[in-house]
């Protein structure tokens, strides 16, 4: 079926303005994690005593419903992402608060509802609501100079964050809150909220190193390994030494059959394995495309409120993605943190499934953007209208 520049329908209008390269590489990092999940997989399910592609199959079911996700939520305006937002918002942390009554303990947390059938974790939905909507509150407190909102947008992410310390995952919060910093930042507010920033990020990190157990443990084991049982990380950082550029080949590691979270965690320590670290390389290269093109479509974005939501969805997938490929090589503490659209998970896969549609929605061409670097001007910088400025307006 071809569409034609002029037709008018919403298929079309989304068709001729969407990045198609964006699409294909989300499209091209779905598909991946799909094959990927086919080299990690069935090992660790005979393991667990289910069926060898027990978890191929639902990773397949997910990888589907997130491409029709994704599709979906790229052909939403601005403005319908942001309310789609609020409600995913309010919905995910309802999500947040049930979980701490009636979700099942699960390695000493608790993080997952019973939805169907199926195990949910809400705090995966709620991270790119969370993003948008910090987004727009902090372009809100910069364009009417409004303490409520920034209050609004800190109080967000506290509830947030608190919601997320009982469970415990601390991991989560850890990445929220370092989102929420960076659009702080990019929103142009005062740079003298620097140094409260950096106190309260002390205050936290020895919070959570105190008052948690498992993250003493986790960042013990991690600066003296002698201390603690650091198998998985050992292994992981074996895997990339024994697949060499190149890898050992398909179906040829041995890795996957004795790390626990070899399709989840440490995904990426079974394809250093089997495909090499060249394969790695790729994988990286393709967040780093897909960050690069968001970027570009932000450059040119005059709305304060778009430009820091594409923005803070590009640091959202990226930095997940670096937190969970610098725990396989050793560079950070292990987390459990899963590899966007790659790792096993149905929770994983639909808050990342969310996130790009955003994202797509977000950077397609709308003929009010301006030229290139004009958007990036400060937002208390920008011209002011006219009559404002005591003159007559033309």
Not at 368 to 373: L, Y
Request: aromatic share 10%.
């Amino acid at each position: 079926m071809a569409l034609a520049r002029d037709d008018r329908s919403l298929l079309a209008q989304w068709w001729w303005t969407v990045s198609h390269t964006m699409l294909g590489a989300v499209g091209l990092l779905l598909t991946t994690g799909f094959v990927l999940s086919l080299a990690a997989s069935p090992a660790v399910a005979v393991r667990k005593g289910l069926e060898p592609f027990h978890f191929v199959e639902r990773h397949a079911v997910f990888a589907l419903l997130g491409a029709a996700i994704v599709l979906g939520l790229s052909m939403l305006k601005p403005v319908d992402v942001r309310r789609s937002s609020l409600i995913v918002a309010g919905g995910a942390l309802a999500g947040l608060l049930a979980v701490l009554f009636a979700g099942p303990e699960i390695n000493g947390a608790q993080r997952w509802l019973a939805v169907a059938g199926q195990q949910l974790q809400p705090s995966e939905i709620f991270k790119p609501a969370f993003v948008v909507l910090s987004a727009w509150l902090l372009a809100e407190s910069v364009r009417t100079n409004s303490l409520v909102m920034l209050a609004a947008s800190i109080g967000l992410l506290g509830c947030a964050v608190v919601l997320l310390a009982l469970e415990p995952d601390i991991g989560q919060s850890t990445l929220l809150i370092l989102v929420w910093t960076g659009l702080f930042f990019l929103s142009g507010q005062p740079l003298k909220w620097m140094g409260v920033i950096l106190v309260a990020g002390v205050v936290l990190a020895a919070t959570a190193y105190f008052g948690f157990e498992h993250v003493a443990s986790r960042v013990d084991r991690f600066w003296h390994p002698a201390s603690g049982d650091t198998y998985q990380m050992d292994r992981a950082r074996e895997s990339f030494v024994a697949g060499g550029w190149l890898g050992r080949g398909p179906g040829e590691g041995t890795i996957k059959s004795t790390l626990p979270d070899a399709h989840t965690d440490f995904i990426m320590a079974v394809v250093a394995e089997e495909y090499g670290v060249l394969a790695c390389l790729l994988l990286l290269a393709l967040y780093a495309f897909i960050v690069w093109r968001a970027m570009a479509r932000a450059w040119i974005e005059p709305s304060p409120f778009v430009r820091l939501a594409i923005s803070g969805l590009v640091l959202l997938v990226s930095a997940q993605a670096l937190i969970n490929m610098g725990v396989n090589v050793g560079l950070l503490p292990a987390k459990g943190m899963t590899l966007p659209f790659i790792s096993y998970g149905g929770s994983s896969t639909v808050g990342t499934s969310i996130a790009f549609g955003f994202l797509l929605a977000l950077t397609r061409r709308r003929t009010d953007q301006a030229r290139p670097g004009a958007a990036f001007r400060p937002v208390r910088q920008m011209p002011l209208d006219r009559t404002v400025q005591g003159t007559r307006p033309t």
